[in-house]
């Protein structure tokens, strides 16, 4: 292996013979050599914001003798942000405040790892690239931040740079680029994942380019070529180059398909139902009373229905299960994933706003006995929630004050029971246009809401640190039992919308229950 230094930068640019070309003989990649060789030196790079969480992510990987990590270029130049971490398998995590290059037309930066030091070795570009057909390949990187996996892909000529960016409609880049294609791939397996061939050389490194249609792969010549014309420097990230391609949008919650979403929700409805009246609220009882004597001492029986309320569901038609909490939170995960990740079809994030609201709708409405079974169960849920960030939540919450952060206004709110500050920026509380052609106003302070979305971690705004929430939707809850904040003008004892009425026997109250 050759390796080229330029004053401080130093990075083995050469590498591995026998680079999985394309061609007769190559042979395929095997996925637990691979995994086993490759894996700890891949890494998941998060890129926090002014509130202290991540704003993007990426894969990265170590390149040449280990000091230097390759990711894409745009997460790391998110606007914002403000500090850069690689976590590693092992646990292992190193910030990272320099860079030794950043190629707009490749997508690409290479960081500057810092302490600790993560040794003297990494993973070595392909010498031979792919010019004709397809090659056998390997993707291995973190899905969705979450765990590493690693995905067969093929990779074949792609699309050239300035096709590309006349598709996207940006500004061509100077220097053109050829791309490769990759087939395989799954929009959970974050950019900036090294694509390996047979022998474990980077034939490539993956890119997630929202517009491409496609995944596309820089190839490692491209790469090698940026490495050699580098200046011999490293630079603050603040100096980073504005990305000339765009990142793709960093989805929030747990992947989740529309087929299973709707199957949670159906799970729920049918979990609630109360089994004793089947959902009436309302149970028929057949009496038996003595009618007139027949004159020879026996008397005739006759038989009346009478209609009593359900003693199991008190009238509510509806019972709150144990395990039920575990089951609204898939769907405050799956909401927001649907809604948030790229790719998905606008009936489907349509129908998962829609199933949202219904969810939300529904616990606005539901009597005391089914709220209160649901309070135990949250607050028992809560009790683990803050190792459990991202998490979903579903929460009858009160609304504070509201607070100016970096990048505008948040909303404070306090759960009911487990007492929990939680945050939400005021301008995703705004429904879309109605049917109306009004936007519904964001909940005043000492309203109660009922909200559901994603706990994304412990954010700091104004000197507080709540858990700052991404929601999928909210709606006017019933007023609980509660500190209410005092304002000017307001009666803190006044009805807040949505409050629950009187179930009259037989009315829907759950999902037309």
């Keep these: 292996m050759r390796i080229v230094c330029a004053g401080s930068l130093c990075i083995v640019i050469a590498g591995l013979a026998a680079c999985g070309a394309a061609g007769e003989g190559a042979r395929a990649p095997q996925g637990a050599e691979i995994r086993e060789a490759a894996g700890p030196l891949v890494c998941l790079v998060s890129v926090d914001g002014p509130l202290g969480l991540p704003v993007a992510r990426a894969n990265g990987f170590l390149l040449g003798n ?3 990590a390759v990711t894409e270029l745009a997460a790391v130049a ?3 942000a403000t500090h850069v971490t690689l976590r590693f398998r092992d646990g292992t995590v190193c910030a990272a405040k320099e860079f030794g290059l950043a190629d707009p ?4 930066v290479l960081l500057k790892v810092g302490e600790p030091d993560q040794g003297d070795g990494g993973l070595a570009l392909s010498t031979v690239p792919t010019t004709s057909g397809a090659s056998d390949a ?7 931040g979450q765990d590493q996996v690693l995905v067969r892909a093929r990779i074949y000529n792609g699309i050239a740079s300035g096709d590309l960016a006349n598709r996207l409609k940006v500004e061509p880049p100077k220097a053109a680029v050829g791309f490769y294609g990759v087939e395989g791939t799954r929009p959970d397996v974050l950019a900036g994942a090294p694509i390996l061939d047979a022998e474990g050389g980077v034939a490539g490194v993956l890119l997630q380019i929202p517009g491409s249609e496609r995944a596309i792969v820089v190839p490692a010549g491209a790469l090698r070529n940026a490495l050699l014309a580098a200046e011999p420097q490293l630079k603050p990230l603040a100096a980073l180059p504005k990305p000339l391609w765009p ?8 992947p989740m398909a529309a087929s299973d979403f709707a199957s949670v929700m159906r799970t729920i409805k049918s979990k609630s139902r109360c089994p004793k009246c089947a959902g009436k609220g309302t149970i028929s009882i057949e009496r038996a009373i003595p009618g007139p004597s027949d004159g020879r001492g026996r008397r005739q029986i006759q038989t009346t229905i009478e209609t009593q309320v359900c003693s199991n569901c008190s009238g509510e038609g509806v019972v709150c299960p144990d395990g039920l909490y575990a089951l609204v939170v898939l769907v405050a995960e799956g909401a927001v994933w649907l809604q948030s990740a790229p790719d998905v079809e606008a009936r489907v994030r349509d129908a998962a706003s829609t199933g949202g609201r219904d969810l939300l709708g529904a616990l606005a409405r539901v009597g005391q006995r089914y709220r209160t079974a649901y309070q135990r169960q949250l607050e028992t849920d809560f009790g683990r929630m803050a190792d459990q960030l991202p998490r979903g939540l579903v929460v009858y919450a009160q609304v504070q004050d509201t607070v100016q952060g970096p990048d ?3 909303l404070m709110l306090t759960t009911f029971g487990p007492r929990t500050l939680l945050a939400v920026k005021a301008d995703r509380l ?3 246009v109605g049917p109306d052609g009004k936007r519904a106003a964001v909940p005043d302070v000492g309203e109660w809401v009922v909200l559901g979305g994603v706990g994304e971690g412990v954010a700091t705004i104004g000197g507080r640190h709540p858990v700052l929430v991404r929601p999928f939707g909210w709606v006017p809850g019933p007023r609980l039992a509660g500190s209410t904040p005092t304002r000017p003008g307001r009666n803190p004892d006044s009805a807040t919308p949505g409050a629950p009425e009187p179930k009259a026997p037989g009315m829907p109250t759950f999902f037309g229950l």
């Design 66 to 68: 280990g000091k230097f």
């Design 78 to 80: 998110s606007p914002g």
């Design 105 to 108: 037309a490749l997508g690409l």
């Design 138 to 144: 390997v993707i291995l990187g973190w899905r969705h």
């Design 247 to 254: 990142a793709m949008p960093m989805p929030v919650g747990k």
């Design 408 to 410: 505008g206004t948040y």
């Design 430 to 432: 705004t429904p879309p």
